[in-house]
């Protein structure tokens, strides 16, 4: 079992930057691929980016390449999300999930992740 906590999340300009955490509880996150999803009403759940279980590997939305950094202290139990040059069409709730059955590929499929956080809003103005 994985608790995850999300924080870091604000109102922001566009052009501007954000850096999101989410610390878990457990020795087992080490262990588990991690990944970054946002949600805006009326909307699924869409993947933003996944990092392998050592962050050897990391795997990003076409929306956010270039821009958005993942990655993980495994001695902190702890994920992050950098967010660079935001676009008022990255606000959204931003949660990090885990995935306990996979340890290097990230799918961007919210269905395979088993853990989520309670999500942190990232608002950005025009």
């Known amino acids: 079992q994985v608790q995850l906590a999300e924080s870091g999340g604000r109102l922001v300009q566009t052009g501007g930057s954000l850096r999101l955490s989410c610390v878990a509880s457990?020795?087992?996150?080490?262990?588990?691929?991690m990944a970054w999803f946002r949600q805006t009403p009326g909307k699924e759940r869409d993947f933003v980016a996944g990092i392998s279980w050592n962050g050897d590997k990391t795997y990003y939305a076409d929306s956010v390449k270039g821009r958005f950094t993942i990655s993980r202290d495994n001695d902190k139990n702890t994920l992050y999300l950098q967010m660079n040059s935001l676009k008022p069409e990255d606000t959204a709730v931003y949660y990090c999930?885990?995935?306990?059955?996979?340890?290097?590929?990230?799918?961007?499929?919210?269905?395979?992740?088993?853990?989520w956080g309670q999500g942190t809003q990232v608002t950005v103005s025009s």
């Open positions: 457990g020795r087992a996150f080490r262990n588990y691929v």
């Open positions: 999930a885990a995935d306990p059955t996979h340890t290097v590929i990230a799918t961007e499929f919210h269905w395979e992740y088993d853990y």
